[in-house]
């Protein structure tokens, strides 16, 4: 069986994940984070840290949404759980994928990196979240 990748879906989820990371990183919680992070809040990045930062940014919301996507082919062929276009079932990829990768990695982080636990936070929803807006646009798009 040959996987088939629905390569709008990634694209939107691409570009959707990257405008909620500027809204998660800027405006919403980019002060908390950034503090957490221990950065000087009067210092302002240089454009070349900046772009190369946007452009790992994109590389890494296509890396996870082609995963993602690949994952929910494979899932989406397994007897009874042939509809996975509805949200609950959206929620359960999205949630078991974080759980299941996103979150150990995070707890390693805050506790051999001697990250804050708001941080963390901050990090964990953050992800969940890009998950799930991948699995949505990789499914109804």
């Known amino acids: 069986m040959e996987i088939q990748i629905n390569m709008l879906g990634v694209g939107i989820a691409v570009i959707a994940n990257f405008v909620l990371g ?6 919403i919680f980019g002060k908390a984070w950034a503090i957490e992070m221990g950065m000087d809040l009067n210092k302002k990045p240089e454009a070349s840290v900046m772009i190369q930062g946007m452009v790992m940014m994109v590389i890494g919301n296509f890396l996870m949404a082609y995963v993602l996507a690949q994952d929910l082919f494979a899932w989406s062929n397994v007897p009874g759980m042939e ?5 609950s079932a959206l929620f359960s ?3 078991f994928t974080w759980m299941g990768y996103y979150v150990p990695t995070h ?11 708001k941080l963390t936070g901050i990090n964990l929803a953050y992800h969940f ?4 807006i991948a699995a949505y646009a990789i499914s109804n798009f």
């Open 22 to 27: 500027w809204l998660w990183y800027g405006p």
């Open 83 to 87: 509809d996975m276009t509805g949200i």
């Open 93 to 95: 990829a999205s949630f």
């Open 107 to 117: 707890i390693g982080a805050t506790t051999w990196e001697n990250k804050s636990w």
């Open 129 to 132: 979240l890009t998950l799930f």
